[in-house]
């Protein structure tokens, strides 16, 4: 390559990443093997196969993003799966919504932010 390519590609790089930075980082994506790996090998949620898991993943994310309260979506998980377990049920809250419908991150956040257990 010549002097003067080198430095117009060099140059049309800085550009880029100085349009990257501006602009911000692309949106997350959707990861459903991440999704699926992490709830079936854990115990506890005994889906049974990857689609029903993706399934249910995915209605936890219209839950979250139809506006139910975090503490409605805990309670649907937990009688779900027959277990006031609150590690457990948000565990897989938060792994459907950051592996599946990762646009609603905030929203959950947002939604969990005063969340308090209910008392036993």
Known sequence: MTLSVTRAVLGLQVVGLACAAFIGSPPA???TVAYVVNVTVRPGY????????IAYGRGL???VG????YADVMAGVKSDFNNADDYQASY???QAV???CP???WQLRNSAAHYQPPAT
């Open 92 to 94: 897989l809250i938060n």
């Open 61 to 63: 994310g219209a839950r």
């Open 98 to 100: 950051n592996e599946l």
């Open 103 to 105: 646009a609603l991150i």
């Open 66 to 69: 139809s506006g139910q309260s």
């Open 46 to 53: 005994n889906f049974s196969n990857a689609d029903d898991a």
């Open 29 to 31: 994506q959707a990861d």
